[in-house]
């Protein structure tokens, strides 16, 4: 993602995730310092961008969303912190870096993505330029798409499909869960923080569902075609692990037709925004074509 | 707590609680199973029903608060759940009956707890009798309790003073947020669903603090005194592990009194509501006899 507009909400982000993290009054700074270590890691934050431009797409004003894109950044990294934990995916390493249980232990672990869930709903609560009845859309929508029917589903599922070939369906199902549904509040908490109206909201949640589809795809080629160094990981997981992934599915080519075909979906669904939508384009178009 | 007020209260809790656990729409049914197993496992329910009766204190209409009191139990029961993994407590058993993630497995007890804790914020979301301002000023004063200055960073005290002496200022602190300020949250979202006015939520507020001292100091206690068939829990395990708890350090006559100090502060701290506070002096006293 190659852009000065990027750049520029990615710093945004970066320059205010930190202000969402209390400060500890009593002694348990540990705490504060094993969410701050996640969040500042780094990453690509595709999610809060999406917040910042759907808002500013739809009233012109992207600073009203800041509090729901650091909430969404924050539910994102407690997930990542968990699924790192022994208990689940067992990653001794994300991004680079020692993941957060092997810096701070198992149980700072634990409570930092449990502090991080918890005060992404403090940063929605926060958004003074927001309408209350959107805070509270907000509030809901957030909650639905990382709980059950949303990202936390997701890992159920795939807890449950580990060394199982699975269905074409149950892998949708499963992406749509554990990827889609979050970029799906990501877009559209910035249409709430923007007082967007039904349609443009459905829209939205279109666009971020068949974005995060194809995202899940190319994640899947990368993970046979990628370069170890440039993805910061190493390749060939899913197989080792007789993961079911699109390439076992469909192999390589198909998936990339496959990828193409979420994308321009989801550039479709923009069509009911009467303004620039060539930013939310490129970035879809860019997703499809990145090396990590 | 032994009266028809309390079994009211109670009773309404109970039947209300699954209903805001979602149906697994996606075959993960296990994770809504697990929510279910370890809120229906039972319990005082002392926080919901202060929540119920500080709206019915303020407004006359206990059941504006349901919403808020149901997620207070499930911020409560996800804690439990977290508390009892074996990277923290490594707990067996809970209220008799085998720990969610003896039960469910590791994994699955983690997002059980973290989607608990996740929909707590949906269920308060859903507040449809309470003003749109009282919804988000529950949202924030539900997170800061639960988090980093709250019940988590209590969590944090308490396992970094593991087999430590401390002091009893630090035992005062640890207290105050691993139980009391999930208690303080309890009541002031009472008072806000009652649509209180600023005096009467500071009370709240003073009541819990105090209350949940008094709490914690009998529970202290009960470790020593009590009885385990009637505690369901081995007694002694606070001398075994050498924590440092009223007991170890003011003996357990002094500590009584402590516990009777604490509740007549949090009972005077009602005077400032005119109506009938009967039911919350009572449940304050009733506290510090209880056996279990």
């Known amino acids: 993602m190659n852009n000065e507009k990027y750049s520029f909400y990615l710093n945004l982000i970066n320059e205010n995730l930190s202000s969402y993290v209390p400060e500890s009054l009593n002694n348990q700074d540990v705490i504060s310092e094993a969410m701050l270590y996640s969040l500042n890691i780094g990453g690509k934050r ?7 431009e759907f808002c500013n797409l739809v009233c012109g004003d992207y600073k009203k ?6 909430a969404i950044e924050m539910i994102h990294t407690y997930s990542l912190i968990h699924d790192d934990l022994p208990c689940m995916d067992n990653d001794d390493m994300r991004r680079g870096q020692p993941s957060n249980h092997k810096k701070f232990g198992e149980a700072n672990a634990l ?15 926060s958004a003074n330029d927001v309408s209350p009845q959107s805070i509270i859309k907000a509030v809901s929508i957030l909650s639905e798409c990382s709980g059950v029917n949303g990202m936390i589903g997701g890992q159920v599922l795939d807890l449950k499909n580990e060394g199982k070939t699975v269905s074409s369906d149950e892998l949708l199902t ?7 549904a979050l970029i799906k509040a990501a877009c559209v908490l910035g249409c709430l923080a923007g007082e967007a109206d039904k349609r443009q909201i459905e829209s939205a949640g279109l666009y971020a569902l068949n974005l995060g589809m194809a995202f899940q795809v190319v994640d899947d080629i990368l993970d046979v ?13 899913d197989s080792e692990n007789e993961k079911t992934t699109f390439i076992s599915l469909y192999g390589i080519d198909k998936s990339y037709k496959i990828a193409k075909e979420y994308t321009l979906r989801a550039v479709d669904s923009l069509s009911v925004f009467d303004n620039d939508i060539t930013f939310l384009k490129d970035l879809a178009f860019q997703l499809i074509e990145r090396k990590s």
């Open 46 to 52: 595709i999610r809060p961008v999406l917040t910042l």
């Open 65 to 70: 969303a800041l509090p729901f894109a650091c």
């Open 111 to 125: 409570l930092a993505g449990d502090a991080l869930l918890t005060h992404a709903f403090s940063a929605v609560s």
């Open 174 to 180: 499963t992406h749509t869960l554990k990827t889609g």
């Open 225 to 237: 075609t990628g370069d170890e160094k440039t993805l910061g990981k190493p390749i060939g997981s």
